[in-house]
C-alpha cells in the first residue's frame, strides 16, 4: 500500500460516483481512512463492500444543517480526529439562461454545491483546528471563464473560489490549509449520460476530447491524483490556491474543426 495519506482521516461529500468516487478509491490507496457522505444509500452500501468496514459511508443531505452536524459528530465518534475534509458535492442542473431558472433550482444548486461547504466548516473546523488539517473544495474551469446556459452553476463554482482564499486567509492561524481543484470536462457516469443524449454523440465525444489542449478528455482519476497531492504533506505550504486540472483546455483560442462546428453548436445551446 502506498502512504501518501497515511493514516489521514478524511471526510469527503459527495463521495458515491464520478470524481468522488475516484477519489475515494485513491485516498484510501495512499493509506487514508475516508468517511463518504452521499445521498444515495445502495452506492454507498457498494462502496463500504470494496473499501471495508474501517472506513465510514454516510447517507447525508449535505444540504441539511442537522444532517451535516450529525454526520461529522459520527465521524468523529468513529475514528476520534478529523485531518480534511473535502468538498465534493455539486449538482450542475439545470442548463439553462439565468432568467430561466426557477427559484427551486437556484436554491437547490447554492443548498448543495455552496452552502453544504459553509455546513462542513462549520461543524468540522474544530476538529480541524485539533489536527491543523485541511480543507478541499471541488470547483470547475467554468468558475472563472463562465458558460452558456448555466449561469447559476457557474455562480456556485465562482463563489467557491472566492470562499476557498479567504476561508485560507481565515484559517491559516490554526495551520489549516484551504484549496480547491478545478477541472475542466471529465469523463464521469453524468457526462457519458450527458452525451449519449445528445443529438450527434459521436461528434460530441470528439468536440469534448479536442477542447483539451492536451487533446483528450480524461476519466476522474487525472483529478483524484491531484486532490490527493492537495490533501497531503506534499502539499504542506500550498493554500489559497485553484487548481485547474483542465488539460489546458481554459489557454488561448482553440481552432474547432469544421466537422465538429456543429457539435459546437450544439453544446453551447
Known amino acids: 500500500m502506498n502512504s501518501l495519506l497515511k493514516n489521514k482521516i478524511i471526510l469527503i461529500t459527495g463521495g458515491a460516483q464520478g470524481i468522488g468516487l475516484e477519489c475515494v478509491k485513491e485516498y484510501v490507496k495512499q493509506g487514508a481512512y475516508v468517511s463518504v457522505l452521499d445521498k444515495n444509500?445502495?452506492?454507498l452500501e457498494d462502496i463500504l463492500?470494496?473499501?471495508g468496514s474501517n472506513h465510514m459511508g454516510i447517507c447525508c443531505d449535505v444540504s441539511k444543517s442537522s444532517e451535516v452536524e450529525n454526520a461529522i459528530e459520527k465521524t468523529l465518534l468513529f475514528f476520534g480526529k478529523l485531518d480534511a475534509i473535502h468538498n465534493n458535492a455539486g449538482i450542475a442542473n439545470p442548463s439553462k439562461a439565468l432568467h430561466d431558472t426557477t427559484d427551486l433550482e437556484?436554491?437547490?444548486?447554492?443548498n448543495i454545491n455552496l452552502k453544504s461547504v459553509f455546513l462542513t466548516t462549520k461543524f468540522g473546523i474544530d476538529a480541524l483546528k485539533k489536527s491543523s488539517g485541511c480543507i478541499l473544495n471541488t470547483s470547475s474551469m467554468v468558475a472563472e471563464i463562465g458558460q452558456q446556459n448555466h449561469?447559476?452553476?457557474t455562480a456556485t463554482k465562482g463563489a467557491i473560489n472566492s470562499l476557498t482564499k479567504s476561508m485560507a486567509l481565515d484559517y491559516a492561524s490554526f495551520g489549516i490549509r484551504v484549496?480547491?481543484?478545478a477541472p475542466a470536462g471529465v469523463w464521469t457516469p453524468m457526462l457519458r449520460q450527458w452525451n449519449s443524449e445528445q443529438e450527434y454523440p459521436e461528434k460530441m465525444k470528439i468536440y469534448l476530447e479536442e477542447i483539451h489542449v492536451l487533446g483528450f478528455c480524461p476519466n476522474a482519476d487525472v483529478v483524484a491524483d491531484v486532490c490527493t497531492f492537495l490533501i497531503s504533506d506534499m502539499a504542506r505550504f500550498v493554500t489559497g490556491c485553484i487548481m485547474p486540472v483542465t488539460g489546458g483546455a481554459e489557454l488561448g483560442?482553440?481552432?474547432?474543426?469544421k466537422e465538429n462546428v456543429e457539435a459546437e453548436n450544439i453544446l453551447t445551446k
Open 106 to 110: 437556484w436554491e437547490d444548486l447554492m
Open 41 to 43: 444509500k445502495k452506492l
Open 179 to 181: 484549496n480547491a481543484v
Open 49 to 51: 463492500g470494496k473499501i
Open 253 to 257: 483560442y482553440r481552432i474547432v474543426q
Open 151 to 153: 449561469a447559476a452553476y
